[in-house]
Structures are given as C-alpha cells and as structure tokens.
C-alpha cells in the first residue's frame, strides 16, 4: 500500500486512532483530521515510534463549521492530486453538546453535512486515483428523517438525533454510489459494533460491548481489503453486508434530503 493516500477523518481517538496506526503499518501514506492540534500532533508521534511511518500529514478542522470543512477540502485539493481512500470516520455520539459552531444540531452537522460536504469537494481527486473507494462510518442505530424538523427544535432526542443523522450518511452512500457507477469509484456504508469500548460509548454512560479494535478493523477491511473491490452502494454489519433502515432505499427520500442538504451546505 505504498503508492495509496488514505484519509482518515476523526484520527484522534477511538476506533479512528486504531485504524491509522493499523493504516501506517500496512505503509499508506495518510491524510489526518482531528480537530485538537495536540491530539493530532501526539498520534503523529505515537505512529511514528509504533510504526515507524513519518508518511503521513495532518490537518485540523471542527466537523460543526462548514466553513472549516470547506478550508479542509481546499487545503488538502492544494497539496494532493489524488486520494486512494476515504475514510468517513469523525463522529458525534449521544451525549455531545447540541449545537455545533453553525448553530445546528451537532450531530447531524458531524455525522452527516460535514462528510457529505467534504466527500462532494474530494471527488476531483477521488476519481483521479481511481479505482479508489469511499467508506462511510455509520451504525445500525438508524431512525428515520423527520423532514418537518430535522434539526428536531421541537422535540430534542440525543439518541434519535445522533441514529437519524446516520440513516442520512447511509442515504448519501446510496445515492453517490449510483451517481460513480462506472467511474471505479465505490461507495459503502458501515456499522463497525455496537457499543464499542470508545471514549463516546463511556461518556454516554454506556456499558462497552465490544473492543474498538474490531470496528478498526472492519474499517481498514473496507478501506483495503481485496474482497469487496468491486463492491458499491451497499451498508455492512462490520464486515457483512446488511440492510439498512427501509427509508434508505426511498429515492424519493433520498431526493428531498439532497435538496436540504444541498441547501445548508451552501454549495450547487
């Protein structure tokens, strides 16, 4: 994996943290998102002693800002003319704040306008290295999309707010991955477990199921594996391709979420 970019979002931490270090030791080079320099600049030296890789950059961005989303796009379509792989990692969970930077709700600027903007700025780049591939981190924690609230002013839910702006990631998935059929660009949704041992997990006051090195692996098993090259539009159960919440194969749906999307990230 020599010649592959790889840009991972989210890096500092979690399940993200493990992916880079697994990412570094397979020899990628990588592109990091956090938005704590100190973080940032600490996993860039933890992978440099664990695995001995100095092939790697960073850069800093808040998820809740489009317009710091949009500099990143920018500064990294400055320096790169390709990216191999993009891994949709950073996140909200349920017990975040609830308003971001913008002013909307947090985790659905996090976990679904933030990815949505970024991967739309990259596709230049993403379609020059193909065949390369898109990941999307989601869950299988899904509700559907209140279209007459989506910012759900008037009856505020963490849970239901943090599982509607996943199902929208996995709409976005389906939707991008029909619009680059043929380009060999592929486009996959996943859940990397449940209740993973993660920093969010906990200071949701949840109890942790699973270890978060499985859900890094079910990332770097996306982001690289030979066995699903090839395969586009589909959500997976870690490693499994599962179905998602029915209101992901609603086109129309689909649809009427783009047009609003289109609209709060303020581009054509």
């Known amino acids: 994996m020599s010649d592959s970019i790889i840009f991972l979002t989210g890096a500092t931490d979690g399940i993200g943290k493990l992916a880079a270090k697994k990412l570094a030791s397979k020899g990628a080079h990588l592109i990091l998102h956090g938005r704590d320099s100190i973080k940032l600049e600490r996993l860039m030296i933890e992978i440099e002693e664990e695995c001995h890789s100095r092939n790697m950059e960073s850069f800093i961005a808040d998820f809740s800002s489009m317009k ?13 003319d390709k990216v191999d792989v993009l891994i949709n990692n950073a996140g909200a969970g349920f017990a975040d704040k609830r ?16 990815p949505f903007l970024l991967t739309t700025l990259l596709l230049p780049v993403i379609k ?6 898109i990941v999307n981190v989601s869950s ?24 509607q702006s996943k199902l929208a990631l996995i709409m976005f998935t389906f939707d991008l991955a029909e619009e680059l059929k ?13 209740y993973l041992d993660t920093n969010m997990v906990r200071e949701a006051g949840i109890k942790p199921l699973g270890s978060a090195e499985s859900g890094a692996d079910a990332e770097v ?48």
């Open 182 to 194: 043929g380009r060999q660009v592929t486009v996959n949704a996943m859940h990397p477990g449940t």
């Open 128 to 133: 020059n290295a193909a065949p390369s591939r």
């Open 68 to 80: 710091e989303v949009k500099d990143l796009a920018n500064n990294v379509l400055s320096r790169y």
């Open 140 to 163: 299988a924690g899904q509700s559907s999309i209140n279209f007459d609230d989506i910012m759900l002013e008037k009856d505020f839910d963490g849970v239901r707010a943090y599982s």
């Open 221 to 268: 098993y996306l982001a690289t594996s030979p066995a699903v090259e090839g395969v586009t539009g589909k959500y997976f159960n870690v490693s499994s391709e599962a179905k998602a919440h029915a209101q992901a194969y609603d086109k129309a749906a689909r649809k009427r979420l783009r047009e609003l999307t289109l609209a709060l990230v303020d581009i054509d």
């Open 99 to 114: 308003y971001g930077k913008d002013g909307m709700e947090l985790r659905f600027s996090v976990n679904y306008l933030a």
